[in-house]
T-cell receptor
Framework: EAQVTQNPRYLITVTGKKLTVTCSQNMNHEYMSWYRQDPGLGLRQIYYSMNVEVTDKGDVPEGYKVSRKEKRNFPLILESPSPNQTSLYFC??????????????????FGPGTRLTVT | AQSVAQPEDQVNVAEGNPLTVKCTYSVSGNPYLFWYVQYPNRGLQFLLKYITGDNLVKGSYGFEAEFNKSQTSFHLKKPSALVSDSALYFCAVRFRSASKIIFGSGTRLSIRP
């Protein structure tokens, strides 16, 4: 089954304790992205990756790191979490930019979400 | 600043009536346009997209959306609402020349029986 998986689904941690949220996709997608969802703000892009070893900042990258060493994995790292990073996080993947033979490759597939609470 | 606006936080419709969820955007170029739906405690699911061509695009679950270039709008529509359509809907734009994606703030659609 084609899917994007995230772990953990729920996490409660304390300020300053480093954590990693994993994301994996089995669709051989080039593009992967992390978002945070906050009430009234919709989804805001944190980081994205066009392919292995290629990452770039989204709109809200401060306090986060990512890596893309393999095509299927795109972990989100919080080196020193703070309470303002309490949020619902989503990983997503899609084929790369552009169209092939009239078939667009631009829609994203989302993981189930990770609810993070930082106290 | 480039942005996507969903002017209504909530839309309430009676079952069987038509529904519209509004989306306007302010971005440079000709972006790809998308609608996603989020059911409670779930990730987002793709509904439909506009890439090029016909301004009226059809998607999943009987939804459609109309692209209007002059008004920079991409409103989501359905001729006859179902209670099961109740969910949170997001409009999004993806830039053709880059990989950045911007989402609107979301509209909660509530269909009453």
């Amino acid at each position: 089954e084609a899917q994007v998986t995230q772990n953990p689904r729920y996490l409660i941690t304390v300020t300053g304790k480093k954590l990693t949220v994993t994301c994996s996709q089995n669709m051989n997608h080039e593009y992967m992205s992390w978002y945070r969802q906050d009430p009234g703000l919709g989804l805001r892009q944190i980081y994205y990756s066009m392919n292995v070893e290629v990452t770039d900042k989204g709109d809200v990258p401060e306090g986060y790191k990512v890596s893309r060493k393999e095509k299927r994995n795109f972990p989100l790292i919080l080196e020193s979490p703070s309470p303002n990073q309490t949020s619902l996080y989503f990983c997503a993947s899609s084929l790369g930019q552009g169209a092939v033979s009239g078939r667009s490759r631009a829609e994203q597939y989302f993981g189930p979400g990770t609810r993070l609470t930082v106290t | 600043a480039q942005s996507v606006a969903q002017p209504e936080d909530q839309v309430n419709v009676a079952e069987g009536n038509p529904l519209t969820v509004k989306c306007t955007y302010s971005v440079s170029g000709n972006p790809y346009l998308f609608w996603y739906v989020q059911y409670p405690n779930r990730g987002l699911q793709f509904l439909l997209k506009y890439i090029t061509g016909d301004n009226l695009v059809k998607g999943s679950y009987g939804f459609e959306a109309e692209f209007n270039k002059s008004q920079t709008s991409f409103h989501l529509k359905k001729p006859s609402a179902l209670v099961s359509d109740s969910a949170l809907y997001f409009c999004a734009v993806r830039f053709r020349s880059a990989s950045k994606i911007i989402f609107g703030s979301g509209t909660r659609l509530s269909i009453r029986p």
